[in-house]
């Protein structure tokens, strides 16, 4: 009989077929939801039906987040401030962490601040540059403690706008894990509008390497591996708009109800919990890099690097050997 291969091919033949049988499934979705881009890629048998189950999720998050979608939980409280509302069991964790949230920052995270940046035409479209009447009177409406949970049930002060915009998405990416992991997954990667989350490591068993932003430019200024680890970024760059040559970025002062202006262009925070990280992220940012620094010598719970406007880049001691640094600084910070 005629011989159908050298026997010497036979090995390389056997372990191709094994390669390919072996060979981990993989699916990637891309969808716009919660004012973003998003990218999930996961691997394994039930990839693609865990990619459609996070994309529902994800979807149902946006409609009873939303500040601008008529309906929503959010916009529900806001419409009605100075009464109980009914919501969600789920809305009321995430306003209540906030709340925490705004307790452990000192009010640089502040979920009541919406009065003044829907005044800014942030979410809305509507920019514009309020006077300072304005904003002081809006201003009175921003005290976070006056958020009042009474079982399923929450009320606002009159006049009071809740936004849960600096959680949203963080909050989304931990949900995702969670249906990841339901479903067997143990691999994965998901850029939620530049906020980056891991499943465990790459199938071929090595790190996954995430660029940190250019906030000036494009491409990435550092690289960091991570394994199961969210990395999640704020900066001025994300949104903004331009009047008269000056630039209003979203994130705000609560303080002053202004936008931001301090000595930072982003803040990447590197930690186990997407939204944890989402509201470290924004409040470090509102901060700036003194304050942060005080802040975190407090806590140390999470990682973190941060860019600033005089072209330094700091990051924190813990993730010194995961990190690379793509781009030329005239100082490197390390916070020990
Ligand atoms: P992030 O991109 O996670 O930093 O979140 C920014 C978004 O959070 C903005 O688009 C606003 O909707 C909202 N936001 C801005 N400033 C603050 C603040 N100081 N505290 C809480 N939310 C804020
Ligand atoms: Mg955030």
Known sequence: MKKLYKKSSLPFLCLALILTSCKVQKDVASFEAMNTFMTVQTYGKKASVTNEEIKEKIKDLENHLSTTIKD???????????????????????????????????????????????????????????????????????????????????????????????????????????????????????DLGGNVQALGVKPDGSEWTIG??????????????????????????????????????????????????????????????????????????VMGSEKAHEFWNKHKDFDAILITKDNKIIYTNNIGDKISILSTFDQIEIWK
């Open 212 to 285: 940190i932003k250019d906030p000036l430019g494009k491409g990435a200024v550092a690289a960091i591996k991570i394994k199961d680890k969210a990395v999640i970024t704020s900066g001025g760059y994300e949104r903004y708009f331009t009047e008269n040559g000056k630039t209003y970025i979203h994130i705000f002062d609560g303080n002053s109800g202004y936008p931001v202006e301090n000595d930072l262009l982003s803040v990447s925070i590197v930690c186990n919990s997407g939204i944890y990280g989402d509201a470290l992220s924004t409040s470090l940012f």
């Open 72 to 190: 929503s939980d959010i916009y529900r409280i806001n419409d009605n401030s100075g009464s109980y509302i009914d919501v969600k069991q789920e809305t009321i964790e995430l306003i209540d962490f906030a709340k925490s949230m705004a307790e452990k920052t000192d009010g640089a995270l502040n979920p009541a601040l919406y009065p003044v940046i829907k005044a800014w035409g942030f979410t809305t479209g509507n920019y514009r540059v309020p006077d300072d009447e304005e904003i002081k009177e809006l201003l009175s409406h921003t005290d976070y403690s006056k958020i009042l949970i009474q079982d399923e049930k929450i009320k606002i002060d009159e006049k009071m706008m809740i936004d849960l915009g600096a959680i949203g998405k963080g909050y989304a990416g931990d949900c995702a894990i969670e249906i990841m992991k339901k479903n067997g997954i143990s691999s994965a990667l998901m």
